[in-house]
């Protein structure tokens, strides 16, 4: 795993035995301006928006 400082986004990858590799995020790590679009097969819970 890659670790940077604090206020940067966290992420790595996983390489996989046939050469492919998948690499990863933790969105809350992600600031949160501008929002992001996350397209997922998975129920996520909503982030809520600051008022």
Do not use: C
């Amino acid at each position: 795993m890659i670790r940077r400082h604090r206020s940067s986004i966290q992420f790595g990858e996983k390489y996989n035995s046939d050469g492919t590799a998948f690499a990863w995020f933790y969105l809350s790590t992600f600031p949160p301006e501008p929002p992001i679009v996350l397209a997922s097969s998975l129920s996520l819970p909503s982030r809520r928006q600051a008022a």
